[in-house]
């Protein structure tokens, strides 16, 4: 169903700082992880995934945290740019044809 | 990953009306699927477009309303039927290749409707 109307909650960073991103997921069942970048006027935009036999991924710039104990995923953006600025989304998804779940999202504000 | 182009990128339409969305792949996929996302919210999945068949509705979203056609691996199209107000709103198209894989977006569609 439609999510309740209510503005993306916002991260606030510092340009050259870290930056922590966190997403709960809901669905036991899942296996498969995502995390998207959506710039204004853009469709999502992938940028790392894990699965749930991993704990850690990490990519450029980018690191994924898996804890499926509590069912929380992070993202870590390190050395944060301005152009970094953008909602980012978890998603979640199993091996069966189904489609992904996305999350609320969250506003990523880089600070000059 | 495939490259969607969907079209039209925007439109402005009058309510009561109807506009059909189109979504291309440049490779066949073997799944499609319709997002809808209010400013400021996140994706709300519409149907699951299935090729040569009828689409998959999730709860809240009917066929008469926003029908869905598949007719092959690359291409799918999402009209808005009797549009309202309320029907202002960015349309995604997604495709995925098969389970525990990512999905893949268009640029949207925004569409609002007066």
Partial sequence: GESVGLHLPTLSVQEGDNSIINCAYSNSASDYFIW?????GKGPQFIIDIRSNMDKRQGQRVTVLLNKTVKHLSLQIAAT???DSAVYFCAENNRG?????????????VIA | ??????????DICQRGTSLTIQCQVDSQVTMMFWYRQQPGQSLTLIAT???????TYESGFV????????????FSTLTVSNMSPEDSSIYLCSGKQGG???AF?????????V
């Fill in chain 1, 81 to 83: 740019q301005p152009g």
């Fill in chain 1, 36 to 40: 998207y970048k959506q710039e204004s």
């Fill in chain 2, 105 to 113: 977006f268009g640029q949207g569609t925004r569409l609002t409707v």
């Fill in chain 2, 63 to 74: 066929i008469d309303k926003f029908p869905i056609s598949r007719p092959n691996l690359t």
């Fill in chain 1, 97 to 109: 044809n189904t489609p992904l779940v996305f999350g609320k999202g969250t506003r990523l504000s």
């Fill in chain 2, 100 to 102: 525990g894989a990512e």
């Fill in chain 2, 1 to 10: 990953s495939a490259v969607i182009s969907q079209k039209p990128s925007r």
């Fill in chain 2, 49 to 55: 477009a299935n090729q040569g068949s009828e689409a």
